[in-house]
């Protein structure tokens, strides 16, 4: 009988222009749901108006591969497979790749690439809020090669601006905010004759001072007080004996913070603040004690900043910095917990704005050396071993895929790093060791990799941006990093 229905609908098929529901899997639900998805799609309008607020939220190190696995583990952790979960960012209507090498670094660094999005022009790897004629590390390149900043723009045009990040808020990506610097890692000192630019630390007090930033959040304490104070939590600070910047941005009416309950006391009627979590960067997501998550830090920001821009409107960088870390670390397990982190803060911003006149997009800096491994079932955990496929099923076997070497492995690996089976005891031979599901999923475990490094690297493919709101549909194709400025930019200004 079902050969029959296939047969008479193979022969209307064949003289007319079939309609969908004249096919005969029309009833089958992952076809009615890309139907409802077309539906969806040409419905979707473009919105030209003007951008009030525009919201870029950069999860740094959280390319194609690593959004994939926290998705996922987001999946797995709600009760399902994890491939059908929608992530927030995920269902935003525009989509693009962007391409992220810097002009001299076909693997990018996050410096470099976040002066990209934030400036409209690429730039050397390692350098901060200039562009490619710079030489890294040599201050008396820097006069006349200074870009202009989407901060230092917008506040020019009376908006409210703010970063917030869970590493330093001196470090890569939120200093491009408001820093001009030859070296990323001139965060708190300066080699002995540079007197053509200020650390990042004391540009970030003038930008307070100034009113190019209004709010910052993160990590970082130990760039801005010296190292004969100690802070709240036992640290001391990296300054010279003396030179403590926090009394300076209390001086200028920045209000400070340093710990949750700090934090909670923040005002919220527009007030500048300053907040400092920790020493140097914020802990992960899974170890996160007295401090807010990256979400609470977004809800506040945005109210304060709703606050100071008025009618004018705000523009915030939001980052998740540890994504990055974990990843260097080859350790998936705080890579994905920190990518919900940040996917919990992409929710939170959207359900604080209107997409009637706030842009959002959502991007990552660049990828990590991360690859998934064999022909696992579903249901495998992403932080797991890889399971065989059920062929008379949905969800995998329960039984271990094993390599060649009669041994299992896990789904997510690392082409290099710390994790690496080729080790020096070992007169650098590579033999993996046993491994079972339990030991996988411990939150210290270091997935295998192939290259033996200290620690993983990044890598050099294209990252996904999503947007929504205004002009979010330019949004589309195959870009260079530093068109996203270039979106945002006519986005505010038409």
């Not at 900043?149 to 470090?171: D, L």
């Not at 630019?197 to 003038?206: H, M, V």
């Not at 909670?264 to 603040?273: E, I, K, Q």
Request: net charge negative.
């Amino acid at each position: 009988m079902k050969l029959k229905s296939l047969l008479a609908a193979s022969t209307l098929l064949c003289g007319t222009a079939a309609y969908a529901e004249d096919l005969p899997q029309a009833g089958n639900t992952w076809f009615t749901d890309g139907q409802s998805t077309i539906a969806a799609m040409l419905a979707q309008q473009p919105n030209t108006a003007t951008a009030k607020n525009i919201i870029l939220l950069v999860s740094d190190g959280n390319g194609i591969g690593s959004n994939y696995a926290t998705r996922l583990w987001s999946g797995q952790q709600a009760g399902g497979f994890g491939d059908e979960y929608v992530q927030p960012q995920e269902a935003f209507p525009y989509l693009a790749l962007a391409k992220t090498y810097n002009v001299n670094a076909q693997t990018p660094d996050s410096a470099g690439t976040a002066t990209a999005m934030m400036s409209g022009v690429k730039t050397k790897a390692g350098v901060i809020g200039v562009d490619e004629d710079v030489v890294r590390g040599d201050c008396t390149t820097l006069p006349g090669n200074e870009v202009a900043t989407m901060n230092e723009i917008m506040s020019a045009m009376g908006k409210a601006t703010g970063v917030v990040s869970t590493a330093r808020i001196t470090h890569a990506t939120p200093a491009t905010g408001y820093a001009h610097s030859v070296d990323r890692n001139f965060e708190y000192k300066l080699p002995e004759g540079c007197t053509e630019q200020a650390d990042i630390a004391t540009q970030l007090l003038e930008a307070m001072k100034s009113g190019v930033v209004d709010v910052a959040l993160g990590g970082g304490r130990r760039n801005f007080i010296p190292s004969d104070v100690t802070d709240g939590e036992g640290k001391i600070g990296k300054r010279a004996p003396g030179d403590n910047l926090l009394p300076a941005f209390e001086e200028a009416g920045v209000a400070y913070a340093w710990d949750q309950a700090t934090f909670d006391a923040l005002p919220a009627d527009g007030t500048p603040l300053l907040g400092l979590f920790e020493a140097s960067h914020m802990k992960y997501e899974a170890d996160r004690r007295n401090e807010p998550s990256l979400a609470e830090m977004t809800e506040a920001a945005i109210t304060a900043l709703k606050a100071a821009g008025g009618d004018k409107g705000f523009f915030l960088q939001i980052e998740a910095g540890r994504v990055d870390h974990a990843n260097h670390d080859g350790n998936a397990a705080r890579m994905v917990s920190d990518g919900k982190a940040f996917a919990d803060a992409v929710a939170m911003a959207d359900a604080l704005t209107d997409d009637a006149d706030t842009l959002i997009i959502v991007t990552a800096d660049h990828e990590h050396a991360i690859a998934f491994n064999g022909y696992c079932g579903r249901g495998s955990s992403i932080l797991g071993l890889c399971m065989g496929i059920d062929g008379a099923g949905t969800a995998h076997n329960g039984k271990p895929i094993l390599a060649q070497d009669g041994k299992p492995f896990t789904v997510l690996g690392y082409l290099n790093g710390a994790g690496s089976v080729i080790r020096e005891e070992l007169n650098w031979a590579g033999v993996r060791p046993e491994l079972d599901e339990e030991t996988a999923h411990e939150l210290d475990y270091l997935q295998q990799a192939l290259v033996p490094t200290s620690y993983e690297t990044h890598s050099g493919e294209d990252v996904a941006v999503y947007a929504k709101g205004p002009w979010a549909h330019l949004v589309e194709g195959t870009l260079e990093q530093n068109v996203l400025f270039h979106v945002m930019h006519h986005a505010a200004t038409h």
